[in-house]
């Protein structure tokens, strides 16, 4: 079965940098985009950045565009989303997504807080 497993969230200074990681299992990682999104508490989960199945396409949120890199491993079965000049406002916990046959799987999420 689909299974999708965030980590590398943590507590960082507003400027600093973290990576996750989404480690994929279950399913041919290299044949889908996967998709980052993030939930702030009392907010509705939101886009975040998405990579195309060999890694040639990347979007970003407006938010995030500049300050986000996304990337991928089809070797490693691992999607990442390098986060620098981290701000409060990106507080949140964060998801990586797959979609099967208009089915969507997610991870149980990784939280980020940005605080002084």
């Known amino acids: 079965q689909v299974q999708l497993v965030e980590s590398g969230g943590g507590l960082v200074q507003p400027g600093g940098s973290l990576r996750l990681s989404c480690a994929a299992s279950g399913f041919t990682f290299s044949s889908y985009v996967i998709r980052w999104y993030r939930q702030a508490s009392g907010k509705e989960r939101e886009f975040v950045a998405h990579i195309s199945r060999l890694g040639g396409i990347k979007k970003y949120a407006d938010s995030v565009k500049g300050r986000f890199t996304i990337s991928r491993d089809n070797a490693k079965n691992t999607a990442y989303l390098q986060m620098n000049s981290l701000k409060p406002e990106d507080t949140a916990v964060y998801y990586c997504?797959?979609?099967?046959?208009?089915?969507?799987?997610w991870g149980p999420g990784t939280q980020v807080t940005v605080s002084s």
């Open positions: 997504n797959v979609r099967q046959l208009q089915q969507d799987y």
